[in-house]
T-cell receptor, first 108, second 112 residues
Framework: GQQLNQSPQSMFIQEGEDVSMNCTSS?????WLWYKQDPGEGPVLLIALYKAGELTSNGRLTAQFGITRKDSFLNISASIPSDVGIYFC????????FGAGTRLTVKP | DGGITQSPKYLFRKEGQNVTLSCEQN?????MYWYRQDPGQGLRLIYYSQIVNDFQKGDIAEGYSVSREKKESFPLTVTSAQKNPTAFYLCASSEGNYNEQFFGPGTRLTVL
């Protein structure tokens, strides 16, 4: 099936910095989802996007559904140590596909 | 509290043995899913079920089996036919087919 390309694979940032990550696909999706996974735990849904061009915020997190429906972006502002984890994108049309994840490390 | 539970958290198995992973949800969701997670990779779908007594193979179903006798439960059996079973297994559920999925805490299976 179609693959999602998520980048970057990993990020090392200083506390207080902003973070950006994205997912792209060769196919269009009807829904984009962003999850966060802590080590040894299941992913937790952060933001869901349902319409091309949609921009949605959840606290310090902002995500956008790309206008072409083939990409999505997640931004985290003013990062804090508890933002550490792996962030996954997921795109849905007739099935759901996941990116390989972005591993975020925040240095105090 | 509504949610998804998986048990056990950690599981060790000898080669050649079948093992069953439990997944229970009290969210009244119709659809349930099993994923496998390996380091550095996205989640890969093993099996999914949209309704009781019905399930479909995902991308990597070989060596696995499932049942869906009750709406709340979707156990996964890792059989001895699965050549590389050591992985982190995640169960998820959603209200409808491929709506927002909610995940359980996962089971880490190690084959010794």
């Amino acid at each position: 099936g179609q693959q999602l390309n998520q980048s970057p694979q990993s990020m090392f940032i200083q506390e207080g910095e902003d973070v950006s990550m994205n997912c792209t696909s060769s196919s269009i999706f009807n829904t984009w989802l962003w999850y966060k996974q802590d080590p040894g735990e299941g992913p937790v849904l952060l933001i869901a996007l349902y319409k091309a061009g949609e921009l949605t915020s959840n606290g310090r997190l902002t995500a956008q559904f790309g206008i072409t429906r083939k990409d999505s972006f997640l931004n985290i502002s003013a990062s804090i140590p508890s933002d550490v984890g792996i962030y996954f994108c997921a795109g849905q049309d007739n099935d759901m596909r996941f990116g390989a994840g972005t591993r975020l490390t925040v240095k105090p | 509290d509504g949610g998804i539970t998986q048990s056990p958290k950690y599981l060790f198995r000898k080669e050649g043995q079948n093992v069953t992973l439990s997944c229970e949800q009290n969210l009244n969701h119709d659809a349930m899913y099993w994923y496998r997670q390996d380091p550095g990779q996205g989640l890969r779908l093993i099996y999914y079920s949209q309704i009781v007594n019905d399930f479909q193979k995902g991308d990597i179903a070989e060596g696995y089996s499932v049942s869906r006798e009750k709406k709340e439960s979707f156990p996964l059996t890792v059989t001895s036919a699965q050549k590389n079973p050591t992985a982190f297994y995640l169960c998820a559920s959603s209200e409808g087919n491929y709506n927002e999925q909610f995940f359980g805490p996962g089971t880490r299976l190690t084959v010794l």
